[in-house]
């Protein structure tokens, strides 16, 4: 709904238009599994309300009729409209934002620093300094602490054992390569260190080019924090390197072909020379 620039004394018609929607969609309360699935059954109830009423001022058309028409003299939206609430909070110890009764995650490099949290229909953003240091399905529950492992990867970096119970690690959903190596590993003591090596990795290579070396020492069933290191070093290595493209006069006319049956014949010629 929307209201005229400095038109205030419109604001009673919109407010009224507001209340018609909710009598008209929203009684009784519709149930939908999310906002996507809500929104689609709502536009089609609003297509089908429009096309089945007529046109309070134009006799012989329907609404939808009339917006048709309309349709193609309206100016498009240049970018969605973000809209969102906005509220400062502070990080705590734990690395967690307090919104609407409940504990989001940020980056561990946040704590104690003041930062902005966005929150959207279905989603919330923490920004600090015009930096995302976190992003969360909104949960509109109540005492839920909501974690993503990943903010908290630095704090492994110095204490591996948090991997064993520590609660942002508990239903953590690595990449089936990855998955496969933890369980491979936890048949040594040190398992967690060796893990938290290849988890460290994540952040410079990304976390599919981890996974692809965790798949190919799985293959090789050499399954170790140093060979899987290796390989995605080695790998690393050879993407840095640019294939070089010879000028013309130094590409081979005849391409070398390796044949071990031409030391034969100079035995062969030497012989026949002695």
Same mark, same amino acid.
């Given at each position: @709904?929307?209201?005229?620039?400095?038109?205030?004394?419109?604001?009673?018609?919109?407010?009224?238009?507001?209340?018609?929607?909710?009598?008209?969609?929203?009684?009784?309360?519709?149930?939908? &599994?999310?906002?996507?699935?809500?929104?689609?059954?709502?536009?089609?109830?609003?297509?089908?309300?429009? @096309?089945g009423r007529r046109?309070?001022?134009?006799?012989? &058309?329907?609404?939808?009729?009339?917006?048709?028409?309309?349709?193609?003299?309206?100016?498009?939206?240049?970018?969605?409209?973000?809209?969102?609430?906005e509220e400062n909070a502070r990080v705590s110890s734990?690395?967690?934002?307090?919104f609407d009764r409940n504990r989001y995650s940020v980056e561990c490099?946040?704590?104690? &620093?003041?930062?902005?949290?966005?929150?959207?229909?279905?989603h919330v953003v923490i920004v600090s300094q015009g930096q995302v240091v976190g992003r969360h399905q909104r949960y509109f529950g109540r005492d839920k602490m909501i974690f993503d492992p990943w903010h908290y990867l630095t704090v492994l970096e110095r204490k591996p054992g948090a991997l064993?119970?520590?609660?942002?690690? @508990?239903?953590?959903?690595? #990449?089936? #390569?990855?998955?496969?190596?933890?369980?491979?590993?936890?048949?040594f003591s040190d398992w967690d260190r060796q893990f938290m090596s290849i988890l460290a990795a994540v952040p410079s290579h990304g976390l599919e080019a981890v996974a692809a070396a965790c798949r190919e020492a799985l293959a090789q069933k050499a399954v170790s924090q140093e060979i899987i290191l290796n390989i995605l070093h080695r790998s690393q290595d050879q993407d840095d390197h640019p294939r070089?493209?010879?000028?013309?006069?130094?590409?081979?006319?005849?391409?070398?072909?390796a044949d071990c049956g031409r030391y034969d014949l100079l035995r062969l010629e030497a012989r026949h020379d002695a």
């Open positions: @709904m929307f209201c005229t620039p400095g038109a205030a004394w419109e604001k009673g018609q919109v407010e009224n238009q507001v209340g018609l929607v909710r009598r008209r969609f929203f009684t009784p309360r519709p149930k939908a &599994k999310d906002l996507a699935e809500l929104n689609r059954w709502l536009r089609d109830q609003c297509v089908a309300w429009a @096309m046109h309070p001022s134009i006799p012989g &058309k329907t609404v939808w009729e009339v917006f048709e028409q309309e349709r193609e003299h309206l100016i498009k939206v240049g970018r969605p409209f973000d809209g969102y609430s734990y690395s967690l934002v307090s490099t946040q704590v104690g &620093k003041t930062v902005q949290i966005k929150a959207y229909a279905d064993r119970n520590g609660a942002p690690f @508990m239903d953590w959903e690595l #990449p089936r #390569p990855l998955e496969r190596v933890k369980s491979y590993l936890k048949r070089l493209e010879l000028p013309g006069h130094l590409i081979l006319k005849h391409e070398p072909v």
